[in-house]
């Protein structure tokens, strides 16, 4: 066969990239579509409905699950973050410090306490602590051992965030401050650090969610009846109506504060996105 009989032979036409990523795209959503019929065929809705939905035990749970589940839980987040937002700002100033063993301890604070479980550190300040110290009550009592607890473990990754978001601010702007006649410590205070904040404020919007999810363990201090968050005060009802719809009104409260911080969160990548464009 001769070069010119070679060029009149027909091309063979396959899938163009666009093509596939249509055809990938299709078989994945049939995947999906068929998983969910499944599960709506097979699913016993009935039985479901008994253990989940029972409207006459949720309205049993109002307002109690607002105004005391719901409350207890915002304020151990709150007070958690509050704890772990000025530890973990000193711990990042500590990590940055030209001081050798003060890096030297912030980085073996970060270590332990993102490598240890947070329910390992709530048994350790419920427990260890008031062993260790006999006769030493942490102030504020319950609220008080979730704070520092929600705040150990919280610090230690916000302390990253922040020598991020510092690290992540133009030299040029301690550079100016001290030209000006700031020093070194009133520069980060009142240039740096504000500007910082700015980078690392969906991050700590997104620990925030995140702490306000493990303030569950607080169980494991023992609580009173006036002090239970949502997952306790669920899992108590639950095991006296001998039903789970408690704990699915718990979860949906959960929701009702994770899900618009989420949306918050994402708002404010957007726009920091956008600004660097």
């Known amino acids: 066969m001769t070069d010119t009989d070679a060029k009149l032979q027909p091309k063979k036409k396959g899938l163009t990239r666009r093509q596939k990523r249509t055809l990938s795209r299709g078989v994945q959503y049939a995947v999906f579509l068929a998983a969910v019929i499944a599960f709506a065929v097979t699913a016993d809705w009935d039985r479901l409905q008994n253990q989940f939905a029972q409207a006459d035990i949720a309205k049993q749970m109002f307002p109690d699950v607002i105004t005391l589940a719901l409350k207890n839980t915002v304020l151990y987040t709150v007070s958690g973050f509050v704890v772990g937002l000025v530890l973990g700002m000193v711990v990042a100033l ?16 970060i270590e332990i306490f993102r490598g240890l479980p947070a329910l390992l550190i709530f048994i350790f300040v419920g427990v260890a602590v008031p062993l260790a110290f006999p006769g030493t009550e ?3 009592g319950t609220y008080g051992k979730v704070a520092i607890a929600l705040g150990l473990v919280s610090a230690a990754y916000m302390a990253e965030t922040i020598r991020a978001g510092i690290q992540a601010v133009p030299k040029g702007q301690m550079e100016a ?29 997104n620990e925030l969610v995140l702490l306000f999810k493990d303030s569950s363990l607080v169980l494991f201090l023992g609580v009173t009846l006036e002090e239970r968050e ?8 639950a095991s006296t109506t001998a039903n789970s719809t408690p704990i699915l009104v718990a979860g949906l409260c959960y ?3 994770t ?18 464009r």
């Open 94 to 109: 500590m990590r940055l410090s030209s001081v050798g063993p003060y890096r030297w301890l912030a980085g073996v604070y």
């Open 138 to 140: 942490i102030p504020g």
């Open 177 to 205: 401050a001290r030209s000006l006649g700031f020093s070194p410590a009133k520069a980060m205070v009142s240039i740096i650090v504000p500007q910082a904040f700015r980078i690392i404020l969906p991050p700590l919007t």
């Open 230 to 237: 949502l997952s306790k005060y669920g899992r108590d009802l």
């Open 255 to 257: 929701l009702l504060v």
């Open 259 to 276: 899900v618009p911080l989420s949306f918050v969160v994402r708002r404010m990548e957007s726009k920091s996105q956008e600004a660097i």
